[in-house]
């Protein structure tokens, strides 16, 4: 479909082009150590089709897709939990299941297909480990070399992962957030294209995929939503699927959506509380996903909040762990900390939300990548 990029803070418009990645104007203003300034949201220029697939809601053709099955992943309706907390309508939307075993495939297919509609045959990107690893094997179907930049105390399974895919790894003695950074100057040194989250506009556009399938799965919108957020850019995605949806006239009403962060990694949560991001405060939580001291897409994700009726939640390790232990015992849906984190959140504020209502938790990556947290939780349990 025709598209434009809008800047999301002063809401200039650009032509759509793989070197344009944030506002000319608002990235100037980018301060050290904050969130990124001037983030670009995709705008089609045509109307939605009511029957569209989400593939075709996408501002690339469809014959540049690699041919991986990306996306329409399964939502559960899980009776034991239901009948456990009292929510005859509770749903679990099951991103595991992608191809890579995370929701952040959806970001990395557009990405791909990007690229190939461009002929760019190299792709840079930084990760906790699940973006990383998910660019390199939709690369691998794609045929793009990947260099990953990631912390070396990434969960060894999504380090595998990468490597299987054929990724070049360039393991950094440091965070996410020094990853994120090396990997921006290599892609600008190199010319190669970044796939970095919240600094390619497409990220979020992919990852708004998984709220259209939500839509079309209920056949309605949820009352509510549950979303882990890290850097922000799952949730930023979200918020922008229903949005394009209610503007097309798809939806009436966008959901409530509860973004749901670690204790120990909850920037997004402390601004919404405050007002704006301070100062970055060391990341530390067994939810590998949602470990960021900086959140890159945290200003979007915060004007999304606050623009459309969100709210924050904050959840403890122990939480999480404890919802890892329940989705897998209740459900059969073995879940990756960060991806538990949506259960943990909704279990601290379900008493706030009718019996009744419809709520979706989004689950975001599967239990196999990480399975040495999924150990903590049982050695709790025998505790």
């Avoid at 991986?68 to 005859?88: D, M, Y």
């Avoid at 090396?182 to 708004?208: F, Q, W």
């Avoid at 919802?323 to 504020?349: K, S």
Wanted: proline letters at 7%; glycine letters at 8%; one cysteine or more.
């Amino acid at each position: 479909m025709r598209s434009h990029y809008r800047c999301s803070e002063c809401g200039s418009r650009y032509p759509v082009a793989p070197d344009l990645m944030l506002c000319p104007s608002c990235s100037r203003q980018q301060e050290p150590h904050r969130p990124l300034r001037g983030i670009l949201e995709v705008v089609l220029e045509e109307r939605m089709p009511p029957a569209a697939s989400p593939l075709e809601l996408l501002p690339v053709d469809a014959r540049f897709f690699p041919p991986i099955p990306v996306g329409n992943t399964p939502l559960w309706r899980p009776r034991r939990l239901r009948e456990k907390l009292g929510f005859p309508n509770l749903c679990l939307k099951d991103d595991g299941l992608n191809p890579t075993g995370s929701l952040k495939d959806r970001a990395s297919y557009l990405v791909a297909a990007f690229a190939a509609q461009h002929g760019i045959s190299r792709i840079a990107v930084a990760s906790t480990g699940n973006a990383g690893s998910s660019m390199a094997g939709i690369g691998a179907a794609a045929g793009i070399a990947v260099t990953l930049f990631i912390p070396r105390n990434a969960p060894p399974a999504k380090l595998i992962q990468a490597r299987q895919y054929g990724a070049e790894l360039v393991l950094v003695d440091g965070n996410y957030d020094a990853a994120y950074d090396m990997c921006l100057d290599y892609a600008a040194a190199e010319k190669v294209l970044s796939r970095n989250t919240a600094h390619n506009p497409m990220t979020i556009e992919g990852k708004k995929t998984a709220a259209l399938e939500i839509i079309r799965q209920l056949d309605r919108s949820p009352d509510c939503l549950f979303v882990s957020a890290g850097d922000g850019v799952i949730l930023g995605g979200t918020f922008k699927g229903f949005r394009d949806a209610r503007d097309a006239g798809t939806i009436r009403e966008i959901p409530r959506i509860f973004a749901v962060q670690a204790e120990g990694s909850s920037a997004i949560c402390r601004a919404f509380e405050s007002g704006d991001f301070g100062p970055p405060a060391p990341a530390s939580t067994v939810a590998d996903s949602l470990a960021v001291d900086v959140p890159r897409g945290g200003y979007y994700a915060l004007k999304q909040l606050r623009e459309n009726g969100g709210a924050c939640v904050t959840v403890s390790d122990e939480q999480i762990l404890k919802a890892q232990r329940e989705l897998a015992a209740e459900c059969g849906l073995f879940a990756e900390p960060a991806a538990a984190a949506a259960l943990a959140g909704f279990r601290c504020v379900r008493g706030s939300i009718p019996a009744e209502a419809v709520v979706v938790l989004l689950i975001t990556g599967s239990g196999l990548k990480d399975t040495a947290a999924a150990e903590k939780a049982l050695e709790a349990d025998n505790s």
